[in-house]
């Protein structure tokens, strides 16, 4: 199992930045993925999640119109851009996942290592 986040970095409220998930084809060609991140002091809370074929997609309401969550499985990669950030999208956020094609914001099996995000205000 092998999930790698990247992409993370310091920018100021309003800014964009593309996360990207290196997943194995082991891993993930045929499962959905999802984002997820955790501030400090905080829990960790669901992101967005896509399925096996990109087809479905699932956000947070919190970054709904926001974040925009994509793969690419010829690469074994999965994206998450996230313009208009806010200061409280301050986190560190992981990538994982699921054992099933398509799902929501439980029941994520395989995590990797997050990146850190800070937005300045």
């Known amino acids: 199992v092998q999930l790698q986040a990247s992409g993370g970095g310091l920018v100021q409220a309003g800014d964009s930045l593309r996360l990207s998930c290196a997943c194995s084809?082991?891993?993930?060609?045929?499962?959905?993925v999802g984002w997820f991140r955790q501030a400090p002091g905080k829990e960790r809370e669901f992101v967005a999640t896509?399925?096996?074929?990109?087809?479905?997609?699932y956000y947070a309401d919190s970054v709904k119109g926001r974040f925009t969550i994509s793969r690419d499985n010829a690469k074994g990669t999965v994206y998450l851009q996230m313009n208009s950030l806010k200061f409280e999208d301050t986190a560190v956020y992981y990538c994982?996942?699921?054992?099933?094609?398509?799902?929501?914001?439980?029941?994520?099996?395989?995590w990797g290592q997050g990146t850190q995000v800070t937005v300045s205000s």
């Open positions: 896509i399925s096996w074929n990109g087809g479905i997609t």
């Open positions: 084809r082991r891993t993930c060609s045929n499962n959905a």
């Open positions: 994982s996942a699921h054992p099933r094609s398509v799902a929501h914001s439980d029941g994520y099996r395989y």
